[in-house]
């Protein structure tokens, strides 16, 4: 009698991350992938030299990403890009939750409250992935398009996920030898605890000019109904704009609104 037990869909290997289990070839095309997403149209020898790969390789991984739609090419200036299909292959992973969706309007009423960027990300191993944005109508404004990555320790959103994270997470982060993007950039693991600290007793993080001079960020996370935090949602500008008179201000119009998602996600808060 047959069996009536369904396979699962992957190999007992599944859970072995070593480097026996990689397919290196794909690993050399998800890496021209991540450069061609990374900033605008790049050319045949420049992703060459920046994946230290050879231009016949790199050449054919472009033109078979071209005939499935995931990469393209503007034949007046011989730049590549990020194709339409690729774009749809990454929605799926927004469509796997309905936070997005219900962050919106949120995010949308806090652009309107502060006059900043709002913005939502999630925590993707040492570094907080871009979710959505609601753009300010000003002129000089923070840009994180969806998919951006930016390190924990140096964003608003990083810190607000980190300061709800047990003690042993920041040390192990701390330890790793975060980069010092500019001279406010805290890599010191007490001032680090005594920032976070300093959130959690506000309700939100700040990040001050710590991954760019010029641009602040306000941030709080959001938690589910189990008090985890899940994402984390923000305000980002200019300095001239979020100045220190205005801090306290917005950064509690942020921290109500991750309240009010959190809420929205079952959490009691």
């Known amino acids: 009698m047959p069996s009536s037990h369904k396979p699962r869909g992957r190999p007992k290997s599944f859970h072995d991350k070593t480097e026996a289990t990689r397919i290196q070839a794909l690993d050399r095309a998800l890496d021209v992938l991540d450069q061609l997403a990374s900033g605008g149209g790049q050319t045949l020898s420049e992703l060459a030299a920046v994946l230290d790969q050879s231009p016949a390789t790199v050449y054919r991984i472009l033109t078979t990403f071209a005939a499935r739609g995931m990469a393209e090419t503007d034949p007046a200036d011989q730049t590549w890009h ?134 602040r960020c306000l941030a709080a996370p959001i938690l589910n109904l189990h008090g985890e935090a899940v994402a984390g949602i923000s305000v980002s500008g200019p300095t001239h704009r979020l100045t220190n008179a205005h801090i306290t201000d917005i950064g509690t119009k942020v921290a109500e609104a991750a309240k009010d998602l959190s809420r929205a996600l079952g959490a009691a808060v």
Do not use: C, Y
Request: glycine share 8%.
């Open 82 to 215: 990020v194709g339409a299909n690729a774009f749809r292959t990454g929605s799926a992973f927004l469509r796997r939750s309905s936070l997005v969706e219900r962050a919106r309007p949120v995010m949308r009423r806090l652009m309107e409250e502060t006059g900043e960027t709002a913005n939502l990300g999630v925590e993707r191993g040492d570094q907080v992935l871009f979710l959505s944005q609601v753009e300010t109508h000003e002129t000089i404004r923070a840009f994180f398009p969806p998919g951006t990555l930016s390190p924990l320790h140096s964003s608003g959103i990083g810190k607000a996920l980190l300061s709800v994270a047990p003690a042993t997470r920041i040390d192990l982060l701390m330890t790793q030898n975060p980069e010092a993007f500019t001279p406010n950039t805290i890599t010191d693991a007490a001032a680090m605890h005594a920032n976070l600290t300093e959130a959690r007793a506000r309700g939100f993080a700040h990040d001050d000019e710590e991954r760019t001079i010029g641009m």
